[in-house]
């Protein structure tokens, strides 16, 4: 039987807007370029998963409107399971806006989360009476929300993976059960170990401090364009593949899938190494194809091949 993961977030609608410049207040500033794409860091976990051979089901809340039912529908139509995938009578399915200022490749957030914050710990219990694998979970919901699921999902013997993003200051990870992967970005990581600027270099001072707040098993801070830091504890490693980290051309808003990427990788392969390979592959050929698309295992596997990358143990 394939490994299962278990997904629980936000699932809505994005709309990305290219800009050359932002308008001063009151100003306008006219361009050419948007895309509208399913976002949520859950729906696109749950896409990704899929992708990578895993039986991914999504836990999450839709409006009962034309954008949910499209959004249910391409799920559906993607292989993920929906039966958690509910509808909300009252809210509308949420929308994300990114603005994406070309001229310094940078980009700015605007999430509405509609129906998305309504997910309850009924569906969540739910899903995890499924049997599954895994289950990936990511700060998007409040955060009492996650502390619950995680410590629902520990009684019933089923390994959590936090994707913490997004973080603040005041949130009590000490509060948190154990975990299996804790996964964060850099710039999110300076929040939470509360060590200044973090970099290739000082990465092991601010994986000791964030472990001395939140207990997992591997911790894994993502390093952008230089790959993964891993740490268990006692022992630590920059997993950087050769040849995947240097892509030509600037990131154009990929689909946030990395994390759940390495979570499925994982319980597909039980190796940490592996799964941040398969990860920094995905998230390699995300940004030859501008983000539009998340990759399949057949992708990675062809770009292993053509490449001379042996996913090793």
Request: aromatic share 8%; hydrophobic share 40%; charged share 20%.
């Amino acid at each position: 039987m394939e490994p299962k993961l278990a997904i629980a977030g936000y699932a809505c609608t994005e709309t990305i807007l290219h800009v050359t410049a932002l308008p001063d207040l009151g100003g306008r500033v006219t361009e050419d370029k948007y895309l509208t794409r399913p976002g949520g860091r859950a729906g696109n976990a749950a896409i990704a998963a899929s992708r990578l051979g895993a039986t991914a089901s999504l836990c999450a809340m839709l409006g009962d409107d034309a954008e949910g039912r499209r959004l249910f529908n391409f799920y559906a139509d993607n292989q993920v399971e929906v039966q958690y995938l509910k509808f909300s009578h009252e809210k509308r399915t949420g929308v994300e806006y990114l603005l994406h200022e070309t001229y310094c490749d940078a980009s700015r957030r605007l999430v509405y989360p509609g129906a998305a914050e309504d997910l309850t710990m009924g569906q969540i219990s739910s899903a995890l009476n499924g049997f599954p694998t895994g289950f990936y979970l990511t700060t998007e919901l409040p955060f009492e929300l996650v502390n619950q699921a995680a410590r629902m999902s520990n009684t019933r013997g089923v390994p959590v993976f936090l994707d913490a993003l997004p973080v603040n200051s005041r949130m009590p990870w000490e509060q948190l059960p154990p975990v299996e992967l804790f996964i964060i970005d850099r710039t999110a990581a300076e929040t939470v170990a509360m060590c200044g600027k973090i970099n290739v270099e000082n990465c092991l001072r601010a994986a000791v401090a964030i472990s001395k707040r939140i207990r997992a098993k591997y911790y894994v801070i993502r390093l952008p364009g230089q790959g993964f830091f891993v740490y268990d504890g006692k022992y630590h490693n920059i997993i950087a593949p050769d040849g995947v980290l240097t892509a030509p051309g600037k990131t154009v808003c990929p689909v946030d899938t990395e994390g759940a990427a390495l979570a499925a990788a994982y319980i597909l392969t039980g190796d940490i190494r592996r799964a941040c390979t398969i990860a920094a592959i995905g998230s390699r050929l995300a940004r030859e194809n501008r983000g539009i698309t998340i990759a399949s295992r057949e992708q990675i596997l062809d770009y292993c091949r053509t490449h001379d990358l042996t996913l090793k143990r």
